[in-house]
């Protein structure tokens, strides 16, 4: 691998300890995949923030490093509101490690947003090189945005952000960006919500697993297209998508699709997943919410007083812009929390079953939160927790 004399004085030791044991780990981790250099990387965001996840020794691991991130990086969700935790009724004791891991990754210099949605915080650009780790997140970043980054691990991804780069294989490199696979959508996607999209994409992920589909058939806006991505990295391992005439990357390149297998998805595959179980609670917001569905939510709220528990999961500098918004929602009984969601905070751990609109949601809450989970349009999630 090709290494500047920057990267070699770090190597070296003279930039401190910290610093050049993570190079060696971004090293490592080019030469394992055949990296022939480092490039630089717009910004980072880091996970294994949550103190559910990250556990003991993960803390003790970040309070020994020594550094500063040195380009822009956020933090994934951790397991609580930072403000509001003891509203959420997270055990004290759980209250003290979470923040503890948090005072960890503030002194190395990450800013402490705790989203998996940073792209609604700082602009990214068409063609950044960037070192992202949360699923979501990176499938948002490659797909919609037309960014570059593989899925980083916490540490590689922590790495990345205190050196300033990363290893360029994967998909920053063009050859590894073509489709793979075509998924023909065989219904009529008019009348689709964000639900229907999570949907196809929990279906499609078990399909396609760590290929780039192709998609023909549907035609949709940034939320859907969030929610669409983050189902398919959440049952497959997909990071990567194209959208015919929709995506970036569909719109700027002729591919050759001859010769690449094309699998149908029919309407009765996409309807089967939406099932009428009774549930405990409703969660709303995974990825994190936009502005335009927090609006929706409060729309659908106004007048409403919720029967069972509602959470809806936003980035802080989200519910800070759409304060009046937020207020709203939170008039119904509702409660609006920054920095977690349903997925990584124990909160959620106390039902059985937690209906959601979101298909990363309905892969992951069964593993991760102990429940069952039933996925509906947020029309049928706002009605379920006000009737």
Same mark, same amino acid.
């Given at each position: 691998?090709h290494?500047?004399?920057?990267d ?6 003279e ?22 250099r ?5 910004s980072?965001?880091?996970?294994g ?6 556990g ?8 020994s ?16 509101a ?25 002194r190395?210099?990450?800013?402490l947003?705790c ?32 960014a570059?980054?593989?899925?980083? !691990? ?5 790495a ?6 990363t @290893?360029?294989?994967?998909?920053h ?14 219904a ?11 949907a196809l ?11 780039? @589909?192709?998609?023909?058939g ?10 669409i991505?983050?189902a ?8 990567l998508?194209?959208?015919? !005439?929709?995506?970036?990357?569909a ?26 179980? @009774?549930?405990?609670?409703?969660a ?32 802080? !500098? ?29 909160v ?10 979101? !298909? ?10 102990g ?8 029309e049928?999630?706002?009605?379920v927790?006000?009737?």
């Amino acid at each position: 691998m090709h290494l500047d004399p920057e990267d070699e004085r770090i190597l070296a030791g003279e930039e401190g300890e910290t610093r050049q044991k993570l190079l060696e780990l971004l090293v490592a981790l080019g030469k394992v995949f055949g990296a022939e250099r480092l490039v630089p990387i717009a910004s980072a965001q880091v996970s294994g923030a949550s103190y559910k996840t990250i556990g003991k020794y993960g803390l003790e691991w970040l309070a020994s490093l020594d550094a500063k991130a040195v380009v822009p990086a956020v933090l994934n969700p951790i397991g609580m509101a930072r403000t509001r935790w003891e509203e959420m009724g997270i055990d004290p004791a759980f209250a003290e490690n979470q923040q503890a891991v948090v005072a960890a990754y503030e002194r190395l210099g990450i800013q402490l947003d705790c989203t998996c949605t940073p792209y609604y915080l700082y602009e990214t650009q068409y063609g950044d090189h960037l070192a992202w780790s949360e699923s979501s997140a990176v499938c948002y970043a490659n797909s919609v945005i037309g960014a570059r980054t593989n899925r980083e !691990g916490g540490p590689s991804a922590l790495a990345a952000a205190i050196i300033g780069k990363t @290893p360029c294989y994967g998909l920053h490199l063009d050859k590894n960006r073509l489709p793979q696979m075509v998924i023909d959508v065989h219904a009529d996607t008019s009348k689709w919500t964000i639900a229907d999209y999570g949907a196809l994409g929990y279906h499609a992920g078990k399909i396609v697993g760590n290929r780039i @589909p192709y998609f023909r058939g549907i035609t949709l806006g940034a939320d859907s297209l969030k929610a669409i991505g983050a189902a398919m990295a959440a049952t497959g391992a997909v990071a990567l998508y194209h959208v015919e !005439g929709i995506t970036p990357e569909a719109q700027k390149n002729r591919y050759d699709l001859s010769g690449i297998e094309a699998v149908p998805v029919e309407q009765a595959e996409i309807s089967r997943l939406f099932t009428d179980i @009774p549930v405990d609670a409703v969660a709303l917001g995974c990825p994190h919410c936009s502005p335009a569905e927090l609006a929706e939510i409060a729309r659908l709220l106004a007048g409403n007083i919720v029967t069972k528990p509602l959470y809806v999961f936003a980035a802080q !500098g989200v519910i800070d812009k759409n304060a009046r918004i937020v207020d709203n929602i939170e008039k119904s009984g509702a409660r609006v929390f920054a920095d977690t969601c349903m997925v990584v905070s124990p909160v959620m751990e106390q039902y059985c079953s937690i209906m959601v609109n979101s !298909g990363k949601a309905l892969a992951y809450v069964p593993n991760m939160c102990g429940g069952k989970a039933r996925i509906g349009t947020l029309e049928d999630c706002i009605r379920v927790a006000t009737e």
